[in-house]
Protein backbone atom coordinates (compact mmCIF):
# COMPACT_ATOMS: atom_id res chain seq x y z
CA UNK A 1 0.00 0.00 0.00
CA UNK A 2 1.14 3.54 -0.65
CA UNK A 3 0.32 6.73 0.81
CA UNK A 4 -1.95 7.78 -2.07
CA UNK A 5 -3.88 4.97 -1.79
CA UNK A 6 -5.31 5.82 1.16
CA UNK A 7 -6.74 9.23 3.25
CA UNK A 8 -4.44 11.49 5.26
CA UNK A 9 -6.69 11.10 8.79
CA UNK A 10 -10.56 9.73 7.93
CA UNK A 11 -12.99 8.57 5.28
CA UNK A 12 -15.37 9.76 7.40
CA UNK A 13 -18.50 12.62 5.98
CA UNK A 14 -17.66 15.51 7.17
CA UNK A 15 -20.28 18.84 7.10
CA UNK A 16 -19.17 21.03 4.23
CA UNK A 17 -19.11 17.47 2.13
CA UNK A 18 -21.60 16.80 -0.85
CA UNK A 19 -25.40 15.56 0.71
CA UNK A 20 -25.93 13.54 -2.02
CA UNK A 21 -28.99 11.50 -1.13
CA UNK A 22 -28.83 11.93 2.17
CA UNK A 23 -31.37 13.71 4.66
CA UNK A 24 -30.90 14.82 8.62
CA UNK A 25 -32.90 14.50 11.47
CA UNK A 26 -32.04 16.08 14.30
CA UNK A 27 -33.46 13.88 17.11
CA UNK A 28 -32.37 15.64 20.14
CA UNK A 29 -30.54 14.58 23.21
CA UNK A 30 -30.19 10.47 23.71
CA UNK A 31 -29.81 9.15 27.43
CA UNK A 32 -27.13 6.40 26.91
CA UNK A 33 -27.46 3.21 29.13
CA UNK A 34 -24.66 4.27 31.28
CA UNK A 35 -26.38 7.21 32.42
CA UNK A 36 -24.70 10.10 30.06
CA UNK A 37 -26.72 11.83 27.79
CA UNK A 38 -25.71 12.54 24.37
CA UNK A 39 -26.79 16.41 23.32
CA UNK A 40 -28.04 17.11 20.01
CA UNK A 41 -28.29 13.46 18.06
CA UNK A 42 -28.80 14.29 14.67
CA UNK A 43 -29.16 10.60 12.22
CA UNK A 44 -28.90 10.61 8.50
CA UNK A 45 -30.98 8.95 6.38
CA UNK A 46 -32.16 7.89 2.72
CA UNK A 47 -36.06 7.22 2.00
CA UNK A 48 -37.11 5.30 -1.02
CA UNK A 49 -41.02 5.49 -1.81
CA UNK A 50 -44.21 7.54 -0.69
CA UNK A 51 -45.27 6.62 3.38
CA UNK A 52 -49.25 6.25 3.51
CA UNK A 53 -49.25 5.84 7.44
CA UNK A 54 -48.98 2.26 7.22
CA UNK A 55 -46.23 1.26 4.61
CA UNK A 56 -42.86 1.87 6.16
CA UNK A 57 -40.18 -0.46 6.27
CA UNK A 58 -36.35 0.14 8.27
CA UNK A 59 -33.66 -1.31 6.54
CA UNK A 60 -30.76 -1.39 9.29
CA UNK A 61 -27.15 -1.57 8.06
CA UNK A 62 -24.32 -3.68 9.35
CA UNK A 63 -21.44 -2.67 10.62
CA UNK A 64 -19.27 -0.32 7.68
CA UNK A 65 -22.69 0.16 6.10
CA UNK A 66 -24.71 3.35 5.61
CA UNK A 67 -27.78 4.96 4.53
CA UNK A 68 -27.37 4.17 0.96
CA UNK A 69 -29.07 1.21 0.24
CA UNK A 70 -29.86 2.09 -3.26
CA UNK A 71 -28.15 4.17 -5.40
CA UNK A 72 -24.67 5.02 -7.78
CA UNK A 73 -21.52 6.07 -6.72
CA UNK A 74 -21.50 9.84 -6.53
CA UNK A 75 -21.03 12.89 -5.04
CA UNK A 76 -21.18 12.48 -0.93
CA UNK A 77 -21.35 8.34 -1.76
CA UNK A 78 -18.28 6.86 -1.92
CA UNK A 79 -19.53 3.26 -2.94
CA UNK A 80 -22.66 2.11 -4.58
CA UNK A 81 -25.71 1.40 -3.17
CA UNK A 82 -25.41 -1.66 -0.88
CA UNK A 83 -28.78 -3.32 -1.63
CA UNK A 84 -29.74 -2.49 -4.69
CA UNK A 85 -31.08 -5.26 -6.38
CA UNK A 86 -33.70 -5.94 -3.06
CA UNK A 87 -34.99 -2.35 -2.55
CA UNK A 88 -37.10 -0.50 -5.41
CA UNK A 89 -39.48 -0.70 -7.76
CA UNK A 90 -41.10 -4.00 -8.48
CA UNK A 91 -38.25 -5.60 -6.22
CA UNK A 92 -38.77 -7.71 -3.07
CA UNK A 93 -38.56 -4.85 -1.17
CA UNK A 94 -41.54 -2.88 -3.48
CA UNK A 95 -40.68 1.18 -3.25
CA UNK A 96 -43.96 1.27 -5.40
CA UNK A 97 -45.68 -0.40 -2.46
CA UNK A 98 -43.58 0.25 0.79
CA UNK A 99 -41.97 3.63 2.04
CA UNK A 100 -38.28 1.87 2.92
CA UNK A 101 -36.31 4.56 5.35
CA UNK A 102 -32.56 3.71 6.10
CA UNK A 103 -30.74 5.63 8.57
CA UNK A 104 -27.19 5.58 9.35
CA UNK A 105 -26.39 4.12 12.42
CA UNK A 106 -25.46 6.19 15.39
CA UNK A 107 -22.04 6.41 16.37
CA UNK A 108 -21.41 6.33 12.62
CA UNK A 109 -19.21 8.54 10.12
CA UNK A 110 -21.85 9.29 6.96
CA UNK A 111 -23.74 11.73 8.82
CA UNK A 112 -25.12 10.59 11.75
CA UNK A 113 -23.78 11.89 15.28
CA UNK A 114 -20.71 10.13 15.85
CA UNK A 115 -16.78 10.67 16.64
CA UNK A 116 -16.34 12.10 13.68
CA UNK A 117 -19.18 15.05 14.31
CA UNK A 118 -18.88 18.95 15.76
CA UNK A 119 -19.16 18.50 19.58
CA UNK A 120 -21.64 20.99 20.99
CA UNK A 121 -19.51 21.22 24.22
CA UNK A 122 -16.54 23.29 22.33
CA UNK A 123 -17.09 22.95 18.51
CA UNK A 124 -14.58 20.67 17.95
CA UNK A 125 -14.73 16.93 16.24
CA UNK A 126 -15.97 14.29 19.54
CA UNK A 127 -12.42 12.29 18.76
CA UNK A 128 -11.85 10.17 21.48
CA UNK A 129 -14.13 11.64 24.10
CA UNK A 130 -17.23 10.17 22.29
CA UNK A 131 -18.76 7.93 25.05
CA UNK A 132 -19.25 4.47 24.19
CA UNK A 133 -22.46 3.08 23.27
CA UNK A 134 -24.86 -0.37 23.65
CA UNK A 135 -27.30 -0.94 20.84
CA UNK A 136 -29.76 -0.26 22.64
CA UNK A 137 -28.98 3.02 22.76
CA UNK A 138 -28.74 3.17 19.08
CA UNK A 139 -32.06 1.88 18.82
CA UNK A 140 -33.37 4.48 21.57
CA UNK A 141 -32.09 7.28 18.52
CA UNK A 142 -33.91 5.21 16.25
CA UNK A 143 -37.01 5.15 18.13
CA UNK A 144 -36.64 9.33 18.64
CA UNK A 145 -36.10 9.30 14.61
CA UNK A 146 -39.36 7.11 13.93
CA UNK A 147 -40.85 9.36 16.04
CA UNK A 148 -39.92 12.63 14.10
CA UNK A 149 -40.57 11.21 11.01
CA UNK A 150 -44.32 10.47 12.18
CA UNK A 151 -43.67 6.58 12.34
CA UNK A 152 -45.81 4.92 14.94
CA UNK A 153 -45.30 1.48 13.58
CA UNK A 154 -43.33 -0.27 11.12
CA UNK A 155 -44.33 -2.31 8.50
CA UNK A 156 -41.16 -4.27 9.10
CA UNK A 157 -38.50 -3.96 10.48
CA UNK A 158 -35.20 -5.87 8.07
CA UNK A 159 -31.41 -6.11 9.38
CA UNK A 160 -28.53 -8.64 8.62
CA UNK A 161 -25.21 -8.79 10.81
CA UNK A 162 -25.30 -5.98 13.00
CA UNK A 163 -28.16 -4.37 11.90
CA UNK A 164 -30.17 -7.56 12.63
CA UNK A 165 -29.11 -6.48 16.41
CA UNK A 166 -30.69 -3.68 15.93
CA UNK A 167 -34.19 -4.72 14.61
CA UNK A 168 -33.82 -7.66 17.34
CA UNK A 169 -34.05 -5.13 20.14
CA UNK A 170 -36.70 -3.14 18.55
CA UNK A 171 -38.52 -5.76 18.06
CA UNK A 172 -37.98 -6.96 22.31
CA UNK A 173 -38.15 -2.98 23.50
CA UNK A 174 -40.81 -2.15 20.87
CA UNK A 175 -43.03 -4.80 20.12
CA UNK A 176 -45.65 -2.80 19.51
CA UNK A 177 -44.00 -1.13 17.19
CA UNK A 178 -42.76 -4.02 14.31
CA UNK A 179 -45.54 -5.48 12.64
CA UNK A 180 -43.14 -7.75 10.71
CA UNK A 181 -39.75 -8.81 11.08
CA UNK A 182 -36.58 -10.13 9.47
CA UNK A 183 -33.43 -11.36 10.89
CA UNK A 184 -30.20 -11.96 8.87
CA UNK A 185 -26.83 -13.96 9.99
CA UNK A 186 -27.64 -12.56 13.14
CA UNK A 187 -27.70 -13.31 17.18
CA UNK A 188 -28.95 -12.94 20.02
CA UNK A 189 -25.87 -11.74 22.20
CA UNK A 190 -22.38 -11.76 20.97
CA UNK A 191 -20.87 -14.45 21.11
CA UNK A 192 -17.13 -15.16 22.79
CA UNK A 193 -15.49 -16.05 19.55
CA UNK A 194 -17.14 -12.73 17.87
CA UNK A 195 -15.88 -10.64 20.72
CA UNK A 196 -12.35 -11.50 20.41
CA UNK A 197 -12.02 -11.15 16.60
CA UNK A 198 -13.46 -7.79 17.48
CA UNK A 199 -10.85 -6.53 20.25
CA UNK A 200 -8.56 -7.97 17.92
CA UNK A 201 -9.65 -5.45 15.31
CA UNK A 202 -9.93 -2.69 18.13
CA UNK A 203 -5.94 -3.29 19.01
CA UNK A 204 -4.94 -2.42 15.62
CA UNK A 205 -6.44 0.57 15.19
CA UNK A 206 -5.44 1.96 18.63
CA UNK A 207 -1.97 0.46 18.03
CA UNK A 208 -1.27 2.71 15.60
CA UNK A 209 0.79 5.32 16.03
CA UNK A 210 -1.47 8.20 14.22
CA UNK A 211 -3.94 7.58 16.87
CA UNK A 212 -3.53 9.56 19.56
CA UNK A 213 -6.30 8.28 22.08
CA UNK A 214 -8.97 9.20 19.13
CA UNK A 215 -8.06 12.82 19.14
CA UNK A 216 -6.22 12.73 15.47
CA UNK A 217 -8.66 14.72 13.09
CA UNK A 218 -6.93 17.89 13.07
CA UNK A 219 -3.54 16.09 12.59
CA UNK A 220 -1.58 15.89 9.40
CA UNK A 221 -2.27 11.86 9.72
CA UNK A 222 -4.60 9.47 11.29
CA UNK A 223 -4.93 5.78 12.31
CA UNK A 224 -5.76 4.80 8.54
CA UNK A 225 -3.20 1.99 8.80
CA UNK A 226 -4.80 0.58 11.48
CA UNK A 227 -8.40 0.77 10.14
CA UNK A 228 -6.59 -1.27 6.76
CA UNK A 229 -5.69 -4.15 9.19
CA UNK A 230 -8.52 -4.18 11.16
CA UNK A 231 -10.85 -4.14 7.74
CA UNK A 232 -8.47 -7.06 6.68
CA UNK A 233 -8.70 -9.29 9.61
CA UNK A 234 -12.78 -8.95 9.39
CA UNK A 235 -12.95 -9.35 5.88
CA UNK A 236 -11.61 -13.40 6.68
CA UNK A 237 -14.44 -14.19 8.82
CA UNK A 238 -16.84 -12.73 6.59
CA UNK A 239 -16.44 -15.19 4.04
CA UNK A 240 -15.56 -18.90 4.10
CA UNK A 241 -12.93 -20.77 3.92
CA UNK A 242 -14.14 -23.07 0.80
CA UNK A 243 -14.76 -19.71 -0.91
CA UNK A 244 -10.78 -18.41 -0.21
CA UNK A 245 -9.38 -21.71 -1.45
CA UNK A 246 -11.30 -22.17 -4.75
CA UNK A 247 -10.36 -17.88 -5.53
CA UNK A 248 -7.37 -17.74 -4.52
CA UNK A 249 -5.62 -21.25 -2.79
CA UNK A 250 -1.41 -20.84 -2.95
CA UNK A 251 -1.71 -18.31 -6.39
CA UNK A 252 1.40 -16.18 -6.17
CA UNK A 253 1.48 -12.95 -8.45
CA UNK A 254 3.59 -11.40 -10.14
CA UNK A 255 4.60 -9.12 -7.25
CA UNK A 256 4.88 -11.91 -5.16
CA UNK A 257 2.73 -11.90 -2.56
CA UNK A 258 -0.24 -14.00 -2.32
CA UNK A 259 -3.24 -13.16 -4.73
CA UNK A 260 -5.50 -13.80 -1.34
CA UNK A 261 -3.33 -11.30 0.25
CA UNK A 262 -3.95 -9.04 -1.90
CA UNK A 263 -7.22 -9.36 -2.10
CA UNK A 264 -8.04 -8.56 1.55
CA UNK A 265 -5.65 -5.27 1.48
CA UNK A 266 -8.21 -4.32 -1.49
CA UNK A 267 -10.69 -4.70 0.98
CA UNK A 268 -8.85 -2.65 3.71
CA UNK A 269 -7.82 -0.06 1.03
CA UNK A 270 -12.02 0.21 -0.36
CA UNK A 271 -13.17 0.56 3.75
CA UNK A 272 -9.80 3.40 4.93
CA UNK A 273 -11.49 5.30 1.84
CA UNK A 274 -15.14 5.96 3.10
CA UNK A 275 -14.60 5.19 7.24
CA UNK A 276 -13.73 6.26 10.13
CA UNK A 277 -10.95 4.72 13.06
CA UNK A 278 -13.22 6.26 15.65
CA UNK A 279 -16.14 5.36 14.02
CA UNK A 280 -15.46 1.32 14.09
CA UNK A 281 -14.39 1.36 17.92
CA UNK A 282 -17.69 2.39 19.04
CA UNK A 283 -19.28 0.62 16.31
CA UNK A 284 -17.99 -2.65 17.36
CA UNK A 285 -18.04 -2.28 20.58
CA UNK A 286 -21.94 -1.43 20.58
CA UNK A 287 -21.67 -4.39 19.19
CA UNK A 288 -19.65 -6.36 21.67
CA UNK A 289 -22.13 -5.66 24.15
CA UNK A 290 -24.78 -7.25 22.31
CA UNK A 291 -27.07 -9.38 24.94
CA UNK A 292 -30.65 -9.13 24.36
CA UNK A 293 -31.76 -10.93 27.44
CA UNK A 294 -29.14 -8.72 29.94
CA UNK A 295 -31.52 -7.44 32.50
CA UNK A 296 -34.47 -9.16 30.87
CA UNK A 297 -34.35 -12.90 32.81
CA UNK A 298 -32.11 -14.23 30.04
CA UNK A 299 -32.43 -14.64 26.31
CA UNK A 300 -35.22 -16.87 26.12
CA UNK A 301 -37.63 -14.54 28.74
CA UNK A 302 -36.54 -11.73 25.83
CA UNK A 303 -37.50 -13.41 22.98
CA UNK A 304 -40.53 -14.97 24.25
CA UNK A 305 -41.33 -11.68 23.81
CA UNK A 306 -41.49 -11.19 20.14
CA UNK A 307 -44.62 -11.87 18.97
CA UNK A 308 -44.80 -10.55 15.33
CA UNK A 309 -44.49 -12.62 12.22
CA UNK A 310 -40.63 -12.88 12.28
CA UNK A 311 -38.27 -14.18 9.67
CA UNK A 312 -35.13 -15.62 10.79
CA UNK A 313 -32.07 -17.09 8.38
CA UNK A 314 -28.66 -17.93 8.30
CA UNK A 315 -25.97 -18.47 5.62
CA UNK A 316 -25.09 -22.04 5.62
CA UNK A 317 -20.97 -21.28 5.52
CA UNK A 318 -21.43 -18.15 8.06
CA UNK A 319 -18.46 -18.23 10.53
CA UNK A 320 -18.70 -15.40 12.39
CA UNK A 321 -22.23 -15.86 12.68
CA UNK A 322 -22.89 -19.86 12.46
CA UNK A 323 -25.80 -20.70 11.73
CA UNK A 324 -26.79 -22.14 15.58
CA UNK A 325 -27.10 -18.82 16.26
CA UNK A 326 -30.12 -18.31 13.73
CA UNK A 327 -31.58 -21.37 14.95
CA UNK A 328 -31.80 -20.43 18.79
CA UNK A 329 -33.80 -17.21 17.48
CA UNK A 330 -35.95 -18.86 15.74
CA UNK A 331 -36.39 -21.72 18.41
CA UNK A 332 -37.68 -19.11 21.11
CA UNK A 333 -39.09 -16.73 19.18
CA UNK A 334 -42.57 -17.34 18.88
CA UNK A 335 -43.27 -15.50 15.57
CA UNK A 336 -41.02 -17.50 13.65
CA UNK A 337 -41.83 -20.16 11.34
CA UNK A 338 -38.75 -21.95 11.81
CA UNK A 339 -35.31 -21.27 10.30
CA UNK A 340 -34.71 -20.71 6.57
CA UNK A 341 -30.76 -21.36 5.60
CA UNK A 342 -29.42 -19.99 2.53
CA UNK A 343 -26.96 -21.33 0.39
CA UNK A 344 -24.06 -19.75 -0.35
CA UNK A 345 -20.08 -20.39 -0.91
CA UNK A 346 -19.53 -16.44 0.33
CA UNK A 347 -19.94 -16.88 3.87
CA UNK A 348 -21.46 -14.20 6.57
CA UNK A 349 -21.20 -11.71 3.36
CA UNK A 350 -23.91 -13.96 1.85
CA UNK A 351 -26.42 -11.28 3.59
CA UNK A 352 -25.47 -9.04 1.05
CA UNK A 353 -24.84 -11.16 -2.39
CA UNK A 354 -27.30 -14.03 -2.32
CA UNK A 355 -29.61 -11.44 -3.65
CA UNK A 356 -32.45 -13.95 -5.17
CA UNK A 357 -32.80 -16.19 -1.88
CA UNK A 358 -32.67 -13.07 0.44
CA UNK A 359 -34.98 -11.41 -2.04
CA UNK A 360 -38.13 -14.43 -2.10
CA UNK A 361 -37.65 -14.25 1.61
CA UNK A 362 -38.07 -10.97 1.95
CA UNK A 363 -40.57 -10.48 -0.24
CA UNK A 364 -42.95 -14.02 1.38
CA UNK A 365 -42.61 -11.30 4.88
CA UNK A 366 -43.86 -8.31 2.95
CA UNK A 367 -46.29 -10.44 1.55
CA UNK A 368 -50.10 -9.51 2.55
Known sequence: MTDQDLPSVTGAWREGDPVGSRQFVDVGDVTLESGAVLPDVRLAYESWGTFTGDNAVLVLHALTGDSHVVGPVGDGHASPGWWDTLVGPGRPIDTDRYYVVAANILGGCQGSTGPSSTSPADGEPWGGSFPDLTVRDQVAAEVAFADRLGIDRWYAVIGGSAGGMRALEWAVTHPDRVERLFLLATSAQASAEQIALSSTQQAAITADAHFHDGDYYGAPLGPTAGLDVARRIAHVAYRSEAELQERF??????????????????????????????????????????????????????????????????????????????QELADLIPGADGLDVVTSLHGHDGFLVEFDQVGALAAALLAD
Do not use: C, W
Open 249 to 326: GRTVQDDGRFAVASYLEHHGVKLVRRFDANSYLVLTRAMDSHDVGRDRGGVAAALARITTRTVVAGIDTDRLYPIHQQ
